[in-house]
């Protein structure tokens, strides 16, 4: 029996930052916002040649980071390279804006051995793909869809795949399906959806994902339903709850409370009220609408869609690590995910959050497998599968100490993953993996 991609000897999957330059200033980029500051500059062949080891043993190399990949004078070299060592089943590819992708860059990519390309298109309108992606017109993704249409019939490559990817805020959420029919019309034929992963207090305002986890919502819906059949009100809780005298209807209102909260308590699911009781349901009704719509031209264009979820996750997934991931800086530094990648400020949760990077070792200093086999990496892998660690999204003392701290430690479990506030494992973020 083989052992799970996270326990095996080697990486499954390699995301490697090529560059952290861009051509672009993406009012929704970690470049562009407080609490980044990271250095610029390009993967050098000699690190990425250290990668080699590695590339017999991966499904995917990604050619991601911050930055955009075609800026990177060498990137053939790099697919190249890669193409040569991988299993024939494994694949090699990227997300871009674009916008830099010439009839004749297509070619050399398809020829180099590229397997997949992801541009990214967050609106069909020019107003709204020009208000998100400063600097870049919807002219560019067509002329970079119609290079890779080109190329593929040159290269005899009717294996590249071509895709795009939509970040959904709630400015252009209704354009989704527009953007995902437009794009197969111009020869993608898979896409993929995320949620806005917001940097700001502003962009905290555009978030389309709802807070309050799937199974949260359904419990407090199913009792919101109960005790409106015995001429109660849930919603009136806060209300009543510090009042000093109640009615017997107010008393009925607490006791269904309890009740739900003792009910979620026996499901494993963690309850905010406050939360739950502001959420709005028109705008989870309008958001699931809208992917059930956009579900619905993807089967129609036949194009292979990845939707993320309305609301967040209770049960939670880390495919990075899962899928045995790893992610390398365009320094050569190594850490387990997105997450964790690089160092920022986000309001995901609503409040604001520091993030520093996890890094388990270098690859100046030492080889990718020697990193990778490490101990301590291979600890932390091993108890991020676990899940145990706390629903930071849902206890109503976050943000605490414990994940607002300079070097963390421990979570309030008494772990030593700072997983407990990462959104990724919830389902709402996506990337090419």
Known sequence: MSLPPALRKHPSKLFVEVTARCNLSCAMCVK????????EGDLSMPLFGALAPAFPGLEALILNGVGEPLLHPQLEEMVRAARER?????????????????EARAVSLASAGLDRICFSIDGVSPETFRKIREGGEIEGVERALAAMASAKAACGRPDLQVGVEFVVMRGNLRELPDALR?????????????????????????????????EAIAIFREWGEKSRREGSDIRRYFEILWKYSKTPDEARVLQFVEAMKEDAMGRGVFLDMKKLLSADRGHIDEVAGVFAEAAEVARKEG???????????????????????AFVSWEGAVSPCYFLWHRYSCFAHGWKQSVHPKVFGKMAERGILDIWNDREFRSFRENVVKYDYPYCSSCRLAPCDYVQTEEFEQDCH?????????????GVFQCLR
């Open 414 to 426: 008494i772990r030593n993953v700072q997983c407990g506030s990462c959104m990724w494992c919830m």
């Open 182 to 214: 437009w794009s197969a019309a111009r020869g993608a034929t898979f896409a993929i959806v995320t949620h806005v992963l917001p940097y700001d207090p502003h962009h905290g305002k555009e978030t389309a994902f709802e807070r309050n986890t799937d």
């Open 86 to 102: 991988m299993p024939r089943e494994g694949w090699v590819g990227f997300q871009s804006n674009g916008l830099l992708l010439t």
């Open 303 to 325: 194009l292979d869609l990845r939707l993320p979820g309305v609301s967040l996750k209770e049960k939670r997934n880390c495919s990075f690590v899962e899928e045995g991931g």
């Open 32 to 39: 562009q916002t407080a609490g980044g500051g990271e250095p």
